[in-house]
C-alpha cells in the first residue's frame, strides 16, 4: 500500500484549515522543506498539498516560491454566492422528486443537539455541515453533488470559524429543523426562502469572524511566544 495520498489528504486538510483561520497570514512563503519537517512527510505529499491550495486559490506560485494568499473579503462573498446557487438548486430538486425522509439530515440533527447542549463548535460544525451535504446527495444530481464536493472542505473550515462565533448554538440548531421541516412538508417558496437568509446569516457571521481575524490587534495576539 501507498501512504502518500493519505499523507498528503493530511498535509492538505491541515494546511486549509491553517489558511482559512488565518494562523497562516497572507504573503507567509511556504517553504517545502520546513513543511516536510512539520508534518514528518516527504515532500511529495507537500506538493501535492500546495498545488490543491493553489487550485482552490488560496496560495499562489512565484518565482521564488509558494505563498499564502488566503481568503478576501471578495472570495468569501463568492463562495457564499456559489453556496446560495448550489444548494437552492439541490433543496429545490429534493423536492420536486419523490417524498423522502431524509434519515442523514436527521442523525445530523441529533448530532447537532448534543453538541449544542455541551457547547462543543468543533462537532456542532461538523454535524452542521453534514445536514446540508444531505441535500447534495438526496437530490438525484451526481454533478451537482460533485461540485459541492469539491467546496466542501473549504465550507468546512468556515463553519468551524463561524459557529465558533456563537455562544450559544440552540438557535442555530433550530434554524436546521426549521428548514428540514419546511422541505419535508413541501413549502418549496418558504424552504428556499429561509435556506437563503441561512446562508446569508452565515456569510455575515464569517465576514464578521474574518475582519476580527485579520484586524491588527489580533495580528498582535498571534505573534506572541
Do not use: K
Not at 493553489?54 to 456559489?82: A, K
Not at 420536486?96 to 463548535?121: E, I, K, N, V
Not at 457571521?205 to 495576539?221: I, V, W
Amino acid at each position: 500500500m501507498r501512504p502518500a495520498p493519505a499523507l498528503g489528504s493530511h498535509v492538505l486538510e491541515r494546511l486549509r484549515r491553517l489558511i482559512i483561520v488565518g494562523d497562516l497570514q497572507p504573503g507567509t512563503h511556504l517553504v517545502e522543506a520546513q513543511l516536510s519537517e512539520t508534518f514528518d512527510v516527504s515532500r511529495g505529499p507537500i506538493r501535492d498539498a500546495l498545488r490543491q491550495l493553489e487550485t482552490e486559490g488560496l496560495v499562489e506560485s512565484r518565482r521564488r516560491g509558494v505563498y499564502v494568499i488566503g481568503l478576501t473579503v471578495h472570495d468569501i462573498e463568492e463562495l457564499y454566492s456559489l453556496r446560495q446557487l448550489l444548494e437552492a438548486e439541490a433543496v429545490r430538486a429534493c423536492m420536486t422528486g419523490p417524498p423522502q425522509s431524509y434519515p442523514a439530515a436527521r442523525a445530523a440533527l441529533d448530532h447537532m443537539a448534543a453538541a449544542a447542549a455541551a457547547g462543543d463548535s468543533h462537532t456542532f460544525a461538523v454535524a452542521d455541515l453534514a445536514f446540508h451535504t444531505s441535500f447534495y446527495s438526496s437530490c438525484g444530481h451526481r454533478r451537482l453533488e460533485n461540485v459541492w464536493q469539491q467546496y466542501r472542505p473549504t465550507f468546512a473550515d468556515m463553519l468551524s470559524v463561524t459557529n465558533a462565533e456563537d455562544r450559544d448554538l440552540q438557535p442555530i440548531y433550530q434554524d436546521h429543523v426549521d428548514l428540514l421541516a419546511l422541505v419535508t412538508g413541501g413549502d418549496e417558496a418558504t424552504a428556499l426562502a429561509t435556506l437563503r437568509e441561512h446562508i446569508d446569516g452565515s456569510r455575515r457571521r464569517m465576514l464578521t469572524a474574518y475582519g476580527r481575524l485579520t484586524s491588527p490587534a489580533t495580528d498582535r495576539q498571534r505573534s506572541r511566544p
